[in-house]
């Protein structure tokens, strides 16, 4: 797997974002909170890391829920994937938000989401009249069936 050089300063205290294995897609990165936040069902939160990048142009972070974060104590990303652009040069910040029925608290430290670094591409749009045919043609959100 190639890599890309990304600058990254870190005002944190917390380790820099990490692969957990070989094969991890996302880095985990943590919240900076100075003191824990307790997020209840439904409440939603901007939580800072503490981290700032200059990714390269051509490339954007995309910032993604934690599985395990989701399914033990149901707090998720808002806006997922958040997309970090090559030309923003503030704070890492992630939305959180509790769709659990209990209070959940976000500790200073706790992984609370992942980032993957992804290649974009620019498009030329072009108006025109009318779309070619396709064999899908309006077929849209769950057209398809369930089985």
Known sequence: MQSIPV????????PLPAYAT????????????????????LERFLVPTGLFVEIPTG??????????????????????????????????????????????????GDRIAQMIFAKTEKADLFLVQQLNESVRGEGGFGHTGIQ
């Open 22 to 41: 070989e094969g991890s897609a996302g880095m985990d990165i943590r919240a900076n909170l100075e003191i824990p936040v307790t997020l209840q069902p």
């Open 59 to 108: 490339y954007e972070a995309q910032i993604r829920p934690r599985s395990g974060l989701a399914i033990k104590q149901g707090i998720t990303c808002l806006n997922t994937p958040g997309t970090i652009d090559s030309d923003y040069r503030g704070e890492i910040k992630v939305i959180l938000v509790n769709l659990g029925n209990a209070a959940q608290t976000i500790q200073n």
């Open 7 to 14: 600058k990254i300063v870190n005002t944190s205290g917390n």
